[in-house]
């Protein structure tokens, strides 16, 4: 296709298309984006590479979306954006060590990008589809440059809540994580003890656990936060937080009068806990919206951004009254 036959097509001149294939001269950032996506799209069609308008959301086989609040608003927010960009959305599974969903929609040409809802360390699908040079979207943060991420600041969350709790008077904490190779909990792990160690409260006086908190060991992990003189703890999320929440007072425990708990992420039933439970509220779909608008802006050849950290809030309630 040539200079004039775009210049024709877009209403332009021949001149106003050289400066923006060449870089060269002056011209509006529309106009040359505008310029720029008119022979993408051209040059798809001729080759017969018509993009689909889909966008793949991974989504960790081994999470309940139902109980899982993050993944679900996540991709609430996430459809949303893409059907006002004109997108469609495909979800495929993902776990740790399986992958195969996203290489066969990359390989049928289903999808035109792939968002990640959550990162591990080491992650075998971010390393695929930095190897193949995909179109890649994260709820999280990474050092790969091509990544378009959007995150919450979860170390700097965590250390604000934690501080604050300090500041209560609490010195003896248990916090329990259950996926240590969770991106986000590393960074939640990395937050609790920059706050201990900036409050200068000794790490070994703390109960940590880093596991599953199976039905099966919940009673055994809250022995030995209980055996440590835990004065708060603190859960790495809503759901966990519910489970704790409700073993404590079905065995007599009063909160915040015996033992004081605290959310990582804020979830609706945390506020219709008695007592209400203070946490770390931010938004999901917030998230998977801004990451579905910049990812279809990025595949439209639009400006975007990169990388996006957004705000959250720390909701003080009842479970951490200091009696």
């Not at 495929?92 to 060590?97: I, L, M, Q």
């Not at 936060?225 to 790495?236: A, E, R, S, W």
């Not at 065995?251 to 209400?276: F, K, Q």
Request: proline share 2%.
């Amino acid at each position: 296709m040539t200079q004039q036959e775009i210049a024709k097509a877009l209403g332009i001149s021949k001149t106003t298309v050289s400066r923006a294939i060449s870089g060269k001269g002056r011209i509006g950032e529309e106009t040359k984006n505008r310029i720029l996506k008119y022979m993408k799209e051209h040059e798809a069609e001729e080759s017969g590479i018509v993009p689909t308008r889909m966008l793949g959301v991974a989504l960790p086989a081994d999470s309940n979306i139902n109980s899982n609040h993050f993944f679900s608003e996540c991709l609430y927010g996430i459809c949303e954006a893409a059907a006002y960009m004109n997108y469609n959305v495909l979800v495929v599974k993902v776990t740790e060590g399986d992958i195969s969903e996203i290489i066969s929609a990359i390989e049928k040409k289903k999808i035109d990008a792939v968002i990640l809802l959550r990162r591990m360390e080491n992650d075998k699908a971010m390393r695929y589809l930095e190897g193949v040079g995909f179109p890649v979207g994260l709820a999280g943060q990474c050092a790969y440059e091509t990544v378009i991420s959007v995150d919450i600041d979860n170390k700097g969350a965590t250390e604000e809540m934690v501080t604050m709790m300090i500041a209560k008077g609490f010195r003896r904490f248990a916090l329990i994580l259950e996926e240590i190779n969770y991106v986000v909990n590393r960074d939640r792990y990395n937050g609790f003890m920059d706050a201990l160690m900036k409050s200068g409260i000794s790490e070994k006086k703390q109960y940590i656990y880093t596991g599953k908190v199976y039905d099966n060991v919940l009673e055994m992990v809250m022995s030995d936060i209980l055996n440590n003189k835990t004065d708060c703890i603190v859960c790495g999320d809503d759901e966990l937080c519910v489970r704790i929440m409700s073993w404590l007072q079905e065995e007599g425990y009063r909160i915040p009068r015996d033992i004081a708990i605290v959310s990582l992420y804020n979830g609706s039933a945390l506020s219709l806990m008695r007592p209400s439970v203070t946490a770390i509220d931010t938004s999901a779909r917030s998230v998977g919206a801004e990451l579905g608008k910049q990812v279809c802006h990025f595949l439209q050849g639009e400006k975007y951004r990169k990388n996006t950290l957004l705000n959250y809030e720390i909701l003080i309630r009842r479970s951490t009254d200091k009696m």
